[in-house]
């Protein structure tokens, strides 16, 4: 099983800027990919940034030049640097891990943007 604990959603105004944390735990493995997931009301939950374990990264065009995601050297912290937020991007992020063809889910956290 793997564990994955979100922090850092909060409200911050158009311009802002958050960082997202998410720490994994339990049985994980070395080749994966982490990244970062984003629900808005009444919307489908939709790909933000994903990142491989050779740091491969990927990310939505709608926020490419915005967002940057990382992760630790161990493999087992990711972060997404959110910057020039718009109201658009407000919903529930959802931090996800693959591996062995299975997704595991966060709990997920609230990211408000006011205009």
């Known amino acids: 099983q793997v564990q994955l604990v979100e922090s850092g959603g909060g409200l911050v105004q158009a311009g802002g800027s958050l960082r997202l944390s998410c720490a994994a735990s339990?049985?994980?493995?070395?080749?994966?990919?982490m990244g970062w997931y984003r629900q808005a009301p009444e919307k489908q939950r939709e790909l933000v940034a994903s990142?491989?374990?050779?740091?491969?990264?990927n990310y939505a065009d709608s926020v490419k030049g915005r967002f940057t995601i990382s992760r630790d050297n161990a493999g087992n912290l990711v972060y997404l640097q959110m910057n020039s937020l718009k109201p658009e991007d407000t919903a529930v992020y959802y931090c996800?891990?693959?591996?062995?063809?299975?997704?595991?889910w966060g709990q997920g956290t609230q990211v408000t943007v006011s205009s």
């Open positions: 996800m891990l693959v591996q062995s063809s299975y997704t595991y």
């Open positions: 990142i491989t374990w050779r740091s491969t990264t």
């Open positions: 339990g049985n994980i493995r070395g080749i994966n990919v």
